[in-house]
């Protein structure tokens, strides 16, 4: 199965505002000094790395499986997704913190704070409509469920880190607004360097949210609550099937893997019975697409 596009649009709207902002950042930090703004410069081109690991995960998902890999490359997103954490953790997070702490030791008066803050508000801007792209992606996958309900439950790794970034960027963005106007305000440069040791901090949370989160996948999780519940019920409502006894799936990247133990209705022969079970999975994998593989085994008893 293909990557799926409106992930890869959410990429590419984050990688195109990503790169803007940093240079921008890169200017301001040079001009004013503002450790904050360096760091926020770091973390622009952390998540511009970060995106452009995304593509080549998504890419790499959608190798078609062989020998070694029976089941296909699916899983490879979750593992360049938990790497993509990990940058954030590392280059970003403890970069800011770090630089944070210098600051504090040394702090630095802050030069042309108008050119930091100009940039800032364009970066607000741009992660905005970053956010934007990404949230149309994220709400067709919702169902109804609140944000922080689909962060917990959601199998798209490649939108959950696009998400985090996104949320991340504007949160620091604010931070680092709010520490360079006080410190402009004030002529006290203390502030600067508690605002990029506080981006250091929130980095690192979200970071880490992300990690819990795609670590799951890597150890193998189902498919979504919702679409179990659905496969369940359709299993049910079928006329060949007299009950299911287990029924277990496993997400692998864009594709899922399921298997079905069922009794099935009495068909009169086993060609009948061979049919009642094709036509099952055939038309299992029109109703649910993201079944690329189906085990199906008919049986008497649940045990």
Known sequence: MSAKPDSIRSILYALFANLSIAIAKFGAAYWTGSGAMLAEAIHSVADSCNQLLLLFGMKQSTKPADDDYPLGYGKSIYFWSFLVAVILFSLGGMFSFYEGIHKLSNPVPLTKPMIAISVLVFAIIAESASLWGCMRAVN???????????????????????FGEDVAALLGLALALVAILASAITGNPIYDAIGTVLIGVL????????????????IGQGVETHIRERMQ???????????????????????????VKARMRPTGSENELINAINRV????????PITTWLFFEPDNTDS
């Open 140 to 162: 067709k996958e919702r169902h109804g469920r609140t944000i922080p309900r689909w962060f917990r439950e959601s199998r798209s790794s490649e939108l959950l880190v696009v």
């Open 203 to 218: 980095l690192v949370v979200i970071a880490v949210m992300l990690a819990i989160e795609v670590k799951a996948l890597l």
């Open 233 to 259: 019920a359709y299993l049910l409502q079928r006329p060949e099937i007299d009950e299911v006894y287990s029924f277990l799936s496993l997400q692998l990247g864009p594709d899922a893997m399921v298997a």
């Open 281 to 288: 999975e055939r038309e299992f994998r029109k109703a649910f």
